[in-house]
């Protein structure tokens, strides 16, 4: 059973579970419904997946009955940050998602966008940005109405103790950036050092955003993204999420959870 579920006065939704297998399920309900409502709408879905922990916690994805019910082919598949290494390196955020999700579901391999990893991280994120230009013009992936973002249907973020989302870490000049669509870091606090990420700007334009969160380790850094703390705290990418017109979730463990200040939250 869900431990709890609640609306903050913003509109964020904040969701812990006490099982991590439950979370799992709810998170697999939630994007197949995000999947068949984007399909019916535009008759693709666009989602940006990170690496990390959130991969395993989407592995209901492939099992009964989303395995047999989504439509795959309509799927396309991005990456919100990733590390600049090889393909078949045991840092690659997309060699994470091939094993532990793509290559057990039907998802055509043309829709599946990952970064070019010959090239210097500067490079990447360049190449990377042309490609989802590209993708906008065709409108496989939305545009914002506001501006002149992309707007993907769902971008799934986990978060690290630091409070990093992508590859956005805490006090980094990048979480400034408002121009470009893809950035990169050389000197990224967790390693590999080298990465491209998304951008602020990118991910508050999308029509959906989960943060998925597990963890003690995590607990200080989801009080200080999701509670009003007020002005005097550790810079938290995590609390920049704030899609401009889309909808934002947060899926937590109860130990991720255990500092909330649930009191503020109406169930
Ligand atoms: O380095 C990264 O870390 C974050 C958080 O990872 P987690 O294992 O603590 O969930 C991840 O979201 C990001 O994609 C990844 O590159």
Redesign the pocket.
Known sequence: MMAFSGAKEDGREVKIYEYLDELSTDLAEYISELSEASVKERGVFAIA??????ISLIRKLCEAPYSKTVDWSKWYIF?????VVAKNHADS?YKLAKDGFLSKVPIVPSHVHSINDTVSAEKAAEDYEFVIRQLVRTRVISVSDVSDCPKFDLIL?????DG????LFPDHSILDEKDEWVTFVTD?P?PPPE?ITFTLPVINSASNVAV????SS?AEAAHLAIDDVGPDVPSSPAKMVQPTKGKLIWYLDKAAASKLDCTKCSE
């Not at 990456?79 to 590390?83: G, N």
């Not at 990093?164 to 590859?167: L, V, Y």
């Open positions: 997946l990170s690496g990390g922990s959130l990456w919100v940050d990733e590390r955020n973020l986990g978060m690290g103790p990093h989302i992508a590859s990224s967790k990465r998925v969160v597990t963890g995590k």
